[in-house]
């Protein structure tokens, strides 16, 4: 038995309105909308090698801090933790006098075809690492990893730890074989092989079409829809075309390191189990003796927490903390919930741990 429809149609007709004023004004501001920018503090260039830059943040006060090296993944660009003034971790961290690095990992051609992990972790990496550290007369510098920069920086630290006093980690993979990881069932089936030898670098357009189609009604049709509902305020626009050029500007991917990457961690899931070489080195996470403070977001798609957690007991430092954070992959940086909560909670973590 059908339960009839109950239309009003004065609300059917004042809904439509609404609709139609907003789309009027929405077309007036999308003719207004100019080219917008990510990286909203003021920053300087102090290394350049190859495509990779390293830059250092420049406004505000962060005298006597132990500087704060910022590494991201190669997937996108790093400009999501600056997105905007007031969507910014950067900002946040320079507010509260914490002092930052950035390495932009910039877009591979064919030129970077056979760069290696090792190339990127023991080599870029490390070379930034030793940067800050020369600038600044010191031993050991603060390094932050995000997403597969978080792996990265395990990895680092497993193998260069003398050179960290702190290690912070933000939605980064450890288990990468959980059972709620889409990523991973996906990866695990894939002839890898084929893949790199047939492409050469993995083009960014198919990797963003892979994590849109992860949850393909949200982010291909609901997002647009809910679009409707911002049309006639030029900032919540301005917002939302920011966003959407940072996700479709992304890098390709070097072929070989995507190789090692998709078969010793998503197949292999070799980090966890102490089999991750990197230039002939064994990755042992329970080298990692310095204080680590973990950070994951309860709603993340791309790594869910049961994957980011087992860090607790994969290392060998006593000094263990974790962040569970209300949000999702990308609102941990430009949520007002993670403006309020994740830059605050990095800065009382290290403030209590001066090396």
């Avoid at 070489?277 to 204080?291: A, H, N, W, Y």
Wanted: proline share 5%; with cysteine.
């Amino acid at each position: 038995m059908f339960t009839p429809l109950r239309i009003d149609p004065q609300k059917a007709l004042a809904e439509i309105d609404t609709f139609r004023r907003k789309l009027a004004a929405g077309m007036q501001n999308l003719q207004r909308v100019g080219d917008y920018h990510f990286g909203a503090s003021a920053k300087e260039l102090v290394y350049e090698e190859d495509k990779l830059k390293l830059w250092h943040f420049t406004s505000g006060s962060a005298a006597g801090r132990r500087p704060i090296l910022v590494t991201y993944a190669l997937v996108n660009t790093p400009w999501m933790v600056d997105l905007q003034p007031d969507r910014s971790l950067v900002a946040r961290l320079l507010e509260r006098g914490e002092d930052v690095y950035l390495i932009e990992w910039g877009y591979p051609d064919l030129a970077d075809r056979w760069l290696t992990l090792e190339d990127y972790i023991l080599g870029y990496l490390d070379r930034c690492v030793d940067q800050v550290r020369t600038r600044h007369g010191l031993d050991r510098i603060n390094l932050l990893g995000i997403c597969e920069g978080g792996a990265f920086s395990l990895c680092y630290a497993a193998l260069r730890g003398h050179k960290l006093a702190n290690l912070i980690t933000m939605v980064t993979p450890v288990d990468f074989h959980t059972r709620d990881n889409m990523l991973s069932h996906w990866t695990r089936q894939l002839d890898v092989d084929l893949f790199v030898d047939t492409l050469r670098n993995v083009p960014a357009d198919l990797m963003n079409w892979c994590y849109l189609t992860l949850k393909p009604v949200r982010l291909n049709q609901q997002k647009y829809v809910g679009m409707v509902d911002v049309l006639d305020d030029p900032k919540e626009i301005e917002n939302f075309l920011r966003m959407e050029k940072w996700i479709f500007d992304s890098p390709d991917q070097a072929g070989e390191a995507f190789r090692q990457f998709i078969k010793d961690f998503y197949q292999g899931n070799k980090l966890i189990k102490g089999e991750v070489e990197i230039g002939g080195e064994r990755v042992d996470l329970k080298s990692i003796g310095m204080p680590i403070l973990n950070i994951f977001a309860e709603q993340d798609h791309l790594v869910p927490p049961s994957a980011s957690r087992p860090l607790r007991d994969a290392v060998g430092t006593r000094d263990y903390t974790e962040l569970s954070f209300k949000g999702g992959h990308i609102g941990i940086y430009v949520s007002s919930r993670a403006q309020r909560e994740v830059p605050g909670a990095v800065h009382d973590w290290l403030t209590a741990r001066p090396g």
